[in-house]
């Protein structure tokens, strides 16, 4: 799972996002609530993955922030959105909280500037939890209050409004890995001192990018948080928001820009299913036994593992030499 | 004067079983390069089964050190001999090999909790075991926490001299340094790297049978160990066991101090420590 190389070949990808967000435009008139509420978790696993595989695929920088940004996003909401009426209108409320978490990102993007490989996830990884922590000692020994409650938002609108991020989201990913800022940011990851010297403004182009994927996971937590009705720093801040993205993107495999959009799409519906079904209970028992294999045996995800078997299929064996590089 | 006394040998009794826990990770992690998110796991197997062995069968919790400890270095080392031995030789440099192992390792604490769920369900657990008050000075503690202290810097020590004194220590110590220098010096590198795996497991499970004692137990009480864990060996700095040994009494000092003003801030204060340490000297105290 080497996560700095990243190949696009392929450009009817888009055309087929189109598709298929159209499709999901009028879903809500042929299916249940009962799908539209799933479709929407759904989604939101999906752009989390994908915001995460825009910073992190490239880069090599295996950011554990995601939940932070997501809590920032689902706490403004709270605060704007609470039970005893709106302070704001929902789509102020998402913006807001996109700015604010767009704001963290830069603040967290310029203090790790000198942290590398295990040091920089480490140090996301514990920014969620000082939060998480920092917070609860303010709701208890300041506020002197516990938990929040949201106000009721219709489905409907949750899901249209998350399509909406979603897409932003996945056009801006497209956009930004076929730009120069794209190629600098995989330029950092194979070498970031090489990428300096031919002129990569580094610091910019990382800084940038990383707050810019806070936007998006901070306005998914902000339209997911009436969904969730009651919220505490527990539930806003769960370290498993972080790892979560970061496995379904492995799952799916870096190589393409459609790999962590497929893992993600195939772990969610996996990962709704069993928690729907009888087998509620054993949900992380194969959650972890699915995740402990599929790093061991697909180190390329999903899709690397399709490429493999196809090359395999076509050349009848012989590109196994290749499949590894 | 008698407070601070008072908040001294409060922090070192938890320090004690920060240093073990720190100890056992630095192993994975300095070590044997695997950042064991399942660290915490080890330490709950370890006093979940404590506590069934002595609510049920009424075996001694210190009896138990001799039955946890070996079984979870066995799954320790066989865990690396399979699954880790083959993430490292299949990975194409170690930086993936690292980023790799963190995801199979949070795997792990997925299988292992899910596990822990089915045996011993969401409640909260928990036994009395020597829990009469003893004086230190002037400062009265139940007699367990001082136990606890005990057998977490009888392990440290005793571990400490077989790396110092031994030709396997010696070796493990090669490996901590550099891994492939130390395998071309005729090290069995494979072999040593599990055996520091296993043995980073035997000391979170040692440590979850001693916690067992003073605490209550719960599937999930695992993360926060590890996390801590993780503070403690950044803090001693990354690759020195004597650091994260050090490291362990410092932030138990540092959590009994804080917990003497406001007993709620005491993780935070640990996290801001931790990414502040990040950001002012990422290899710790005795990193070099």
Redesign the interface.
């Known amino acids: 799972?080497?996560?700095t190389t990243f190949k696009s070949r392929r450009f009817w990808v888009p055309g087929l996002l189109l598709l298929a967000s159209a499709a999901l435009a009028t879903l809500p008139l042929w299916v249940g609530s009962y799908w539209v509420v799933r479709l929407t978790a759904i989604l939101m696993y999906i752009l989390l993955t994908v915001s995460w595989a825009l910073f992190s695929g490239p880069s090599?920088y295996?950011s554990l922030a995601t939940a932070a940004f997501y809590g920032v996003g689902i706490y403004t909401s709270a605060i704007l959105l609470p039970s005893t009426g709106a302070l704001l209108p929902l789509p102020l409320v998402i913006v807001i909280a996109g700015l604010a978490s767009f704001s963290l990102g830069l603040l967290v993007g310029a203090?790790?500037l000198?942290?590398r490989?295990?040091?920089f996830?480490?140090?996301t990884f514990?920014?969620v939890?000082?939060i998480q922590?920092?917070l609860?000692?303010w709701e208890?020994?300041v506020t002197h209050t516990r938990g929040r409650i949201i106000i009721v938002v219709d489905d409907t609108i949750i899901y249209y409004v998350m399509l909406g991020i979603f897409v932003v989201a996945l056009l801006t990913a497209y956009f930004i890995r076929r730009s120069r800022s794209g190629l600098a940011l995989q330029s950092i990851g194979e070498n970031e001192e090489a990428a300096a010297h031919m002129g990569v403004n580094v610091t910019l182009v990382k800084v940038i990018t990383f707050a810019i994927t806070a936007v998006f996971m901070g306005a998914a937590g902000a339209i997911m948080a009436p969904k969730l009705i009651y919220i505490d720093p527990y539930i806003a801040f769960n370290?498993l928001i972080s790892?979560i993205p970061?496995?379904m993107a492995?799952f799916g495999g870096l190589g393409q820009f459609y790999g962590p959009i497929i893992g993600a799409a195939i772990f969610a519906y996996l990962q709704e299913e069993l928690q729907a079904s009888r087998f509620a209970?054993?949900?992380?028992?194969?959650?972890?036994?699915?995740?402990?294999v599929a790093?061991?045996f697909m180190?390329n995800g999903l899709v690397g593992l399709i490429q493999r078997l196809v090359q395999k299929w076509r050349k009848g064996g012989s590109a196994e030499q290749h499949a590894?590089t | 004067m008698e407070t601070i006394l008072d908040v001294v040998v409060a922090g070192l009794l938890l320090g004690g079983i920060f240093a073990l826990i720190a100890v056992g990770l630095s192993l994975q992690y300095g070590v044997a390069r695997v950042l064991n998110i399942a660290h915490g796991e080890f330490i709950m197997l370890g006093a979940l089964v404590t506590w069934t062995l002595y609510t049920t069968l009424d075996i001694n919790p210190l009896i138990c050190l001799v039955i946890v400890g070996p079984a979870t270095f066995i799954i320790g080392f066989l865990l690396h001999r399979t699954l880790f031995t083959w993430l490292r030789i299949s990975a194409p440099s170690p930086a993936v090999f690292e980023g790799n192992s963190i995801l199979a390792a949070f795997g792990l604490l997925f299988l292992i909790q899910g596990i822990a769920f089915k045996i011993w369900t969401a409640d909260v657990h928990g036994y009395t075991y020597l829990a009469f008050p003893v004086n230190v000075g002037t400062v009265t503690f139940p007699a367990n926490r001082l136990v606890t202290l005990g057998f977490a810097v009888g392990i440290s020590l005793v571990f400490y001299l077989f790396l110092a004194r031994t030709r396997l220590g010696k070796a493990i110590r090669a490996a901590a340094q550099d891994p492939e220098t130390a395998g071309l010096m005729g090290v069995n590198i494979n072999r040593v790297l599990a055996l520091c795996f296993g043995f980073g497991a035997l000391m979170a499970g040692s440590a979850g049978v001693l916690l067992s004692m003073c605490y209550s137990l719960w599937t999930t009480m695992g993360l926060q160990y590890t996390v801590i864990a993780i503070i403690v060996v950044v803090l001693g700095g990354l690759g020195s066991i004597v650091g994260s040994f050090i490291g362990g009494f410092i932030l138990g000092i540092i959590g009994s101090i804080v917990s003497y003003f406001d007993p709620g801030l005491s993780m935070a204060a640990y996290y801001l420590i931790f990414i502040v340490l990040l950001l002012v000297r990422p290899t710790g105290i005795l990193g070099k």
């Open positions: 799972m080497d996560i090599g295996m203090l790790t000198r942290l490989g295990i040091y996830a480490v140090f514990g920014l939890l000082l922590r920092f609860v000692w208890m020994t370290p790892f970061v496995l492995i209970d054993y949900y992380m028992l194969i959650f972890g036994g699915i995740l402990v790093i061991a180190p590894n």
